[in-house]
């Protein structure tokens, strides 16, 4: 530059400042993100910035120059939209578990969430997303062009490149703030926890669980798994919420063990019931054996089924789903549209009806997942005054409103499935969890789960045991509802429930176990929950 005549300097200097007017106007919306985020992304993305400029001047002929800028402002801007419209909303940086639950998720659900999250910051944002988008295209008719070149005068070029390569090596360095990077490795990481999952269901009946024994006796058994969505105790009327939000629990409470003190190892499903299903935990880092419940229960010589309000497809198979496929008779209800979870009744009578004598019933509702209105039917809207919160606004009263109308349908569900087990002879019970729990707002301003900006109440779930005569009276378990517990353990639980031995039991992991052990209670990023959230 400094060897140009003044003249071609002013209008070498004025092409730049218009051509280039819509990655200022990147940087700015950037400028926001850093002020949340940190200096690294403004670091990473000046340094892009500087990239595209650079290159853009090295190319001379122009309207492969106008190609290359509109082209990468065009990704610019969707990065920096994606990137500040997550850090409104969660007040963070994206993180490899957001890719997790956006692969997890469908299309309807998917919907959903953007819906659940939009306010006036989100619109604004997609406006001045669009906005730039334009000013993208109209930059590649810009001007008549100029010569370029001076540009190519070897001292100059040989500057350029190596200021270019210098800023590749930082960039590289700086890999880790890039969302393309992370959406690459979020992606990969997805794959290959879905392909363990998928290894471990290729055998759909058995598993890689040794000596396998039922402790059978000459009643019936059945035991219901009902495993809940996006539920958090701090809002169930049962653990001493101002709403009474369940009231049909609340009335059958001398039948229940309400358990106090219950979590989740992680705030998303895939990565929640992953654990809870499986042998995997944050425990044992090397897992030698290789099954799901599922696969213990049929080695035990249970008949299995899974009976979902979940649809069954995500982008790519649920890996929820995946673990369903061991079961002997599976049946998803919510396929096609969205259905509350009563529609679930039907089937479970019909799978209490079957006559085998052994049987696991695994219920898998909606619960209370966004959006919550679509959760319950209009019967069941009946909060709709002020709740108590610090956020007192429309939106965050609308929000607990719905949520609370939601837990009170979930309770109506729950205690049909119990009043129709009731009616079933035998050794049965019902266990009830959520596989994590929902901010809303309570202590930050959002309603959602996140482990990105995660709360106490995204780990904390209910978790409620009904059992018949016959189960309680069992002299070898114990329910003591004050034991402190991670859903990570459930495997061993489930098979003490229904007195299932195999060679990898440790009774010291089963709440229901007289010899359980109270152990450190780990969560993302194998963070001790009672250090992370001490009383």
């Known amino acids: 530059m400094f060897f140009l005549e003044k003249p071609h300097m002013l209008t070498y200097i004025k092409s730049l400042l218009k051509r280039y007017f819509i990655l200022l ?12 985020i940190g200096y690294r992304a403004l670091l990473t993305y000046a340094l892009l910035v500087y990239l595209i400029v650079t290159i853009d001047g090295l190319i001379k002929r122009r309207l492969l120059a106008d190609l290359f800028t509109s082209l990468m402002t065009f990704i610019f801007s969707v990065t920096a939209f994606v990137e500040v ?28 969430f953007l819906l659940s999250a939009t306010g006036f910051v989100p619109i604004l944002l997609m406006v001045l997303f669009f906005a730039l988008l334009g000013l993208a295209l109209v ?23 190596f200021s270019i390569i ?83 629990l609340y009335e059958m409470r001398e039948e229940l063990f309400v358990y106090k003190d219950v979590i989740t190892p992680h705030t998303h499903t895939i990565a929640a019931l992953g654990k809870a299903l499986t042998m995997s935990s944050f425990k044992d880092s090397i897992q030698e054996v290789e099954g799901s419940l599922i696969q213990l229960f049929n080695k035990a010589g249970f008949v299995t089924y899974w009976l979902s309000n979940q649809k069954p497809i995500g982008i790519y198979e649920s890996t929820v789903t995946a673990l369903s496929q061991s079961a002997e008779h599976r049946t998803f209800t919510n396929v096609s549209s969205g259905q509350v979870d009563g529609v679930l009744l039907k089937p479970f009578s019909d799978a209490l009806r079957d006559e085998a004598p052994k049987k696991l019933i695994v219920v898998h509702l909606m619960g209370t997942h966004m959006q919550y209105s679509k959760r319950y039917p209009a019967r069941f809207d009946f909060f709709k005054s002020q709740p108590r919160t610090n956020y007192n606004y429309e939106k965050s009263w609308k929000s607990i409103n719905t949520y609370d109308n939601a837990v009170l349908y979930n309770d109506y569900v729950l205690e049909s499935l119990i009043r129709q087990l009731r009616n079933v002879e035998g050794r049965t019970a019902l266990l009830y969890f959520s596989d994590h729990g929902e901010e809303v707002y309570h202590t930050k ?22 059992g018949s005569e016959a189960f309680v009276r069992d002299s070898a378990l114990t329910f003591q509802t004050d034991r402190k517990y991670s859903i990570e353990d459930l495997i061993y639980s489930l098979a003490d429930m229904a007195r299932i031995r195999f060679d990898q039991f440790d009774a010291q ?21 009672d250090e992370v959230y001490a009383q």
């Open 139 to 161: 930059n590649i008719f810009w001007g008549k062009g100029q010569t370029r070149a001076v540009l190519f005068r070897k001292t100059y070029w040989r500057l350029k490149f």
């Open 166 to 248: 210098s800023s590749l090596g930082l960039l590289y360095y700086l890999r880790t703030s890039l969302l393309l990077y992370i959406t690459l490795q979020s992606f990969s990481a997805f794959q290959a926890e879905k392909e363990k999952l998928l290894n471990l269901v290729s055998d759909k009946r058995g598993g890689d669980f040794d000596h396998v024994e039922h402790l059978e006796s000459d009643a019936d058994e059945v035991y219901v798994l009902v495993i809940g969505e996006s539920t958090t105790r701090r809002c169930m009327g049962i653990y001493d919420y101002y709403r009474m939000t369940t009231p049909r």
């Open 509 to 529: 992991r089963s709440i229901f176990n007289p010899d359980f052990k109270e152990t450190k209670r780990y969560i993302t990023q194998k963070r001790v929950y």
């Open 85 to 112: 419209g997550h850090a409104f909303m969660f007040k963070d940086r994206i993180e490899e578990s957001t890719f997790f639950i956006l692969f997890e998720t469908n299309l309807s659900e998917s919907k959903e």
């Open 445 to 466: 301003a959002f309603a959602m789960h996140a482990e990105t900006n995660e709360t106490k109440d995204m780990y904390d779930i209910p978790f409620i045991l009904w």
């Open 25 to 36: 106007l990147c940087l700015l919306v950037l400028c926001f993100l850093t002020a949340i």
